[in-house]
């Protein structure tokens, strides 16, 4: 079935430094989301990407899709202890279950 | 936004007894409903398809006699735990979407964290 690797695992960085999160597909997506969840929250939509290349900003967070459509990418500038979080990649099976077929996530944390 | 509830938020429960988790939409109504499962510092294990009106569909692996769905309404799911086991103890998740907007996003209720003992 279809499967979408993500690194790094976790990353421990200093507030003010970059951070970004990768996902990998050895398949053409239709489609990728992103979703954040906090430590003991629950996953928040942040986007969809659904076009060759396509490139979204959400103001500090840049979100890009594969010319491909086989990665795609979420990017951070100056990160905040608010985004302490793991961040998940996603896609949704468009067939008729509409099933969303998670990443293995990022763990984000950030020294103050 | 489409908000999800999810009651309980926390529950204890002995070994052998059976759980009942609700899952609601609040303001939309979701043909479709997901269940997953998440273990500490885990992903979402995607454990079944709620949908209204018809059974269930439950991913390879998921005992579907252990695991009972039930989606009575279009915005209630319920996943009842049967003969819960300390190995059941996990946090469940349950999800909505209405796929008729085009962004298929689901929207995901707060959990509930099962704790067997």
């Known amino acids: 079935g279809q499967q979408v690797m993500q690194i790094p695992q976790y990353q421990h960085v200093q507030e003010g430094e970059d951070f970004t999160t990768y996902c990998n597909s050895s398949t053409t997506l239709s489609n990728i989301q992103w979703y954040k969840q906090r430590p003991g929250g629950h996953p928040v939509f942040l986007i969809q990407?659904?076009?060759?290349?396509e490139v979204k900003k959400q103001k500090r967070l840049t979100f890009q899709f594969g010319e491909a459509k086989k990665n795609s990418s979420l990017h951070i500038t100056a990160t905040q202890t608010t985004d302490v979080g793991t961040y998940f990649c996603a896609v949704v099976r468009m067939d008729s279950s509409y099933k969303l077929i998670f990443g293995s996530g990022t763990r984000l944390l950030v020294r103050p | 936004g489409a908000v999800v509830s999810q009651h309980p938020s926390r529950v204890i429960c002995k070994s052998g007894t059976s759980v009942k988790i609700e899952c609601r939409s609040l303001?939309?109504?979701?043909?479709?409903m997901f269940w997953y499962r998440q273990f500490p510092k885990k992903s979402l294990m995607l454990m079944a398809t709620?949908?209204?009106?018809?059974?269930?569909?439950?991913e390879q692996g998921v005992e579907k006699d252990k695991f009972l769905i039930n989606h009575a309404s279009l915005t209630l799911s319920t996943l009842t735990v049967t003969s819960a086991h300390p190995e059941d103890s996990s946090f469940y998740i349950c999800?909505?979407?209405?796929?008729?907007?085009?962004?298929?996003?689901?929207?995901f209720g707060p959990g509930t964290r099962l704790t067997v003992t």
């Open positions: 990407l659904v076009k060759s290349g």
């Open positions: 999800s909505a979407s209405f796929p008729g907007q085009g962004t298929y996003e689901q929207y």
């Open positions: 303001d939309f109504q979701a043909t479709t």
């Open positions: 709620s949908n209204e009106g018809s059974k269930a569909t439950y």
